[in-house]
């Protein structure tokens, strides 16, 4: 079968005396037969190019099953009077969510579901149904609840569902002490809705016609959507605008944030005739976050801002608009140490933070003594045994627990969850992901590995593989087959972690290694502002000295590197395959942002101008326009032997658009010399995220894995 064969439609476009010329432009028509016979010419080309993989995509699907406990449940979380709880079935997409009512006040370890327990049974005595997903779900090609949150008087639940991919949510109201729908319903809104402590307000958010967030209303229930009320309306094109209630039900905050500034507006329900109020006016480049808390007996504002430092203070504040001169040190600057978050409780602050490449979890107990200095009794990390792992505060919702949920996971570890309980500085683990069939973590070895990139810079490796999976039948090394991700952009560390469909490589004799080049957070902000703006060519440039890293160590070859990225990763996966296709047997984009020139001088579309602070802007600057055109994926597509490419996408995708990957294709095939191996893959009713329901993930993933597999002979 012959590959789908774009038709040249040439389009000329000139900024700064530059013009480009684009002959696939035309695949942006979305609704246009041509586009979308042609989306589905290029869907069955790549199904009769993996024909011979059927056997294998369905043998690792069925690996991944039957490591997966698919009548499952979570660790209950306290929330006011109830736990709370997720349960999954066999045989279905999704799950749904349930509750049982908090037997003691002073009680809180969470209850031991029977986890033998069938579907139509209660896992627990006296459970609640808040939610069945599946039946949400009926009748839909893709779902995703976009939010759910139970009212402070625990009686009502908002959630809101997205039946297209879109991320246009619809938010519905159910009265959970009769289990029938509010006539309410608000749509087009962003992600879910947040309650007022009263329990008759929603507050939510809607983006504009670029999808940019910029709009915050205020709905009361039993009224209709048009009667809403705008609380705040972000006109300057670069912020992004949220909001949520503080662990203390006192506050409604609203942030507005660009990617270098930040402003928060406060609503106090103890003095709600005040109106929301500006915390701190926005100031270029002063990022802040805001959280209430409790302090000597003070009510205080925590401020989490970057105004002493790149790598982040935390402060104390006024309950009161407050400059950054009023902001006390409470955990001062230190640039070894990135603080990303804080939360606050009644008995002490749990702080998650970064240092040399590895997250950690800071606790600074609080006394409750009205006159004690600073409010702050001891300040301590949260120790763990292995030397490589990911941890962070999980979900801790009650302003009044003693016990901090976090999650911990490593390469080996599958992902647990463990309470820390602060009275006693005790770790308990509630629950490990189990893995069946078997597994067992000293089967597996990790690494930290560090690369040299082309300045010098120490960029590492993380990396997991069978326990001797190098080991050659004269007792020396030899190279194994590796899958290398990579993403590298908005400050987003991508941690060590598990994943249960990794072992379908790892078991056949493959490795998986992360490079955690700049761009990313993983080593501070500096290692953010290293690979953004003009310095973003640092990101491709050390994943590529991360591949020769490997080789050069004896850990694999070239032809036996398969290298691996999504959305900002995808943008990673083109630029390296035009920087160096010799170094990669294969590559697998996943909603690549590859035609990041065209998108970035069109500010009507999704995100432009908000990454204005991340890419640059081209269309008023002639230099960021050169330089983005030096790296973008698909202007630099050259006549050369690229190595084979498997790009997948969604059809519905409003944050990375369908038509960049398949522009890319397109000029792949009518450009490259040599293989000319290409595939797009696009989901025809799917969006950012992909396919919805887990089945239905577990066969894509299967699909890429097998190709990958194929890649590197092991399939």
């Known amino acids: 079968m012959e590959p789908p064969v774009a038709a040249r439609r040439p389009v000329s476009t000139t900024h700064h005396g530059r013009t480009r010329v684009d002959d696939y432009e035309w695949l942006r028509a979305k609704e246009d037969p041509d586009v979308t016979a042609y ?31 698919e009548t499952d449940l979570s660790v209950p979380t306290r929330k006011r009077g109830y736990w709370y709880y997720a349960r999954s079935f066999e045989g279905k997409e999704y799950g749904a969510t ?5 037997r003691r006040d002073d009680d809180w370890t969470p209850p031991r579901p029977d986890e033998d327990c069938v579907p139509d049974q209660p896992a627990l005595p006296g459970e609640e149904l808040v939610l069945d997903v599946n039946e949400l779900a009926e009748g839909h090609d893709f779902f995703a609840l976009g939010g759910s949150s139970v009212s402070p008087d625990s009686h009502l639940l908002a959630y809101s569902t997205d039946t297209t991919g879109d991320e246009r949510f619809t938010v519905r109201v159910k009265d959970l002490r009769t289990g029938r729908l509010l006539d309410d319903e608000i749509t087009g809104v962003l992600g879910g809705a947040t309650w007022s402590r009263d329990s008759r307000e929603l507050y939510y958010t809607t983006v504009d016609e670029s999808w940019r967030a910029d709009k915050i209303w205020r709905h009361r229930l039993g009224t209709g959507q048009a009667d809403d009320e705008l609380v705040h309306h972000e006109r300057d094109g670069r912020f992004w605008v949220g909001v949520g209630r503080s ?53 205080v504002f925590l401020v989490l801002h970057n105004h002493t430092g790149p790598d982040f203070e935390l402060g104390v504040a006024p309950v009161a608009p407050t400059d950054p001169e009023g902001w006390r040190p409470l955990v001062p600057h230190d640039p070894t140490v990135r603080l990303e978050e804080v939360d606050a409780y009644a008995g002490h602050l749990v702080v998650n933070q970064r240092s040399e490449g590895l997250t950690q979890l800071r606790i600074l107990e609080l006394d409750t003594d009205a006159t004690a200095s600073g409010g702050v009794r001891d300040d301590y990390l949260v120790e763990f045994d292995q030397a490589i792992y990911t941890v962070g505060s999980g979900s801790n919702p009650s302003w009044d627990s003693p016990v901090v949920r976090l999650g911990y996971t490593s390469m080996t570890i599958p992902a647990s969850i463990y309470d820390y309980d602060v009275r006693t500085r005790s770790l308990s683990l509630r629950r490990r992901t189990p893995v069946l069939g078997g597994y067992d973590p000293a089967d597996y070895e990790e ?73 990313g957070g993983e080593l501070g902000r500096r290692w953010y502002d290293d690979g953004k703006l003009d310095r973003k060519p640092n990101t491709f440039t050390d994943f590529i000295a991360c591949a020769r890293h490997l080789v050069e160590t004896g850990w694999t070859t070239p032809e036996l590197t398969i290298a691996e990225g999504a959305s900002a990763g995808g943008l990673l996966m083109g630029a390296i395959s035009n920087l160096a296709p010799e170094s990669f047997g294969g590559i697998v984009a996943n909603v690549a942002f590859v035609d990041i020139l065209t998108s970035m001088l069109d500010s009507s579309l999704p995100l432009t101008v908000p990454e204005y602070e991340e890419w640059g802007n081209p269309e008023a600057d002639p230099a960021v326009f050169d330089l983005i055109a030096s790296y973008a994926p698909y202007d630099n597509v050259a006549a050369v032997d690229y190595p084979p490419i498997l790009a997948e996408t969604s059809l519905h995708d409003t944050r990375v658009l369908y038509v960049e990957p398949a522009k890319w294709i397109a000029r792949l095939r009518a450009t490259a010399t040599g293989r000319r191996d290409f595939l797009l893959k696009t989901e025809m009713s799917a969006g950012h995220g992909g396919v919805s329901g887990r089945y239905k993930a577990w066969r894509d993933r299967a699909f890429a894995l097998a190709w990958m597999l194929d890649r590197m002979g092991l399939s």
């Open 447 to 519: 690494h930290r590995l560090w690369a040299a990139a082309e300045d010098g810079q120490r960029v590492p490796i993380s990396l997991v593989c069978r326990v001797g999976a190098r080991e050659d039948t004269g007792g020396g090394t030899a190279p194994v087959p590796l899958v290398l991700y990579g993403y590298g952009a908005y400050e987003t560390s991508i941690d060590p972690y598990f994943s249960v469909a990794r072992l379908s490589l790892l078991d056949r004799g493959a490795a998986f290694a992360i490079a955690h080049v700049r761009g």
């Open 39 to 69: 989306l589905e010419a290029e869907n069955a080309y790549a199904q009769e190019r993996v024909a011979h993989l059927t056997d294998l995509r369905e043998t690792i699907f069925g690996e991944i099953k039957a490591r997966t406990r």
């Open 247 to 299: 662990r203390t039900d006192r506050f409604i905050m609203i942030a507005a944030a660009s990617k270098t500034t930040a402003e928060f507006r406060y609503l106090d329900a103890d003095a709600p005739g005040a109106g929301f109020q500006v915390f701190s006016p926005r100031q270029e480049g002063l990022e802040y976050g805001l959280e209430h808390a409790v302090l000597g007996g003070e009510d």
């Open 98 to 102: 349930c509750r049982v009512p908090v």
